[in-house]
């Protein structure tokens, strides 16, 4: 006899309403605000949510602190994660993966593409403002390359 175990934690997927995306507009906007695209659109068809939305949907996207390790698991693979993980659970491939320079030095984090523009998201709870959204610039945080 065997026995099914569930994976712990177990993770609550929120009821969300996808809104889609034109990808040219998404593509001249984020253009727009001065951000470069090296690998260019990944994908024919975005989704994002609203604010409201995207606040039931980040709260699961905050990793522990403690999962770094130098090298291996840091500032890109926190955003990496995040971006993946809300495509895998939510079907949301708007939380793109960005990299710039902060207050820090050059860092990955995330950008938020919602119906009304684009906010920035730290994925890493090791950072006082971790798990929120927050506007471009905000924290000393400037955005330079997106991968969408």
């Known amino acids: 006899m ?5 994976r712990l934690p177990y ?13 040219l507009a998404l593509e001249a906007s ?11 659109m990944l ?3 975005y989704f994002t949510v609203s604010l409201e ?3 039931k ?6 990793f522990a602190s403690n999962l770094y390790k130098k090298n291996k698991q840091d500032c890109d693979w926190y955003a990496l994660k995040a971006k993946i993980e809300c495509e895998d659970r939510h079907g949301i491939n708007t ?6 320079s902060t207050p820090l030095g050059y860092h990955a984090f995330n950008l938020i593409c919602h119906p009304n523009g684009f906010m920035l998201f730290e994925p890493n709870d090791g950072f006082p403002f971790s798990g929120s959204v927050f ?6 945080y400037f955005p330079k390359y997106v991968l969408i």
Do not use: C, N, Q
């Not at 065997?2 to 569930?6: Q, V």
């Not at 984020?30 to 260019?40: H, S």
């Open 53 to 55: 939305e995207w606040g």
């Open 95 to 100: 939380l793109a993966f960005v990299t710039g």
């Open 2 to 6: 065997s026995i099914i175990r569930p």
């Open 135 to 140: 506007e471009l610039e905000e924290y000393g």
């Open 11 to 23: 993770t609550h997927t929120p009821k969300i309403h996808p809104i889609e995306l034109d990808w």
């Open 30 to 40: 984020l253009t727009k605000i001065g951000l470069y695209m090296p690998f260019g």
């Open 57 to 62: 949907i980040l709260y699961d996207l905050t």
């Open 43 to 45: 994908d024919d068809e």
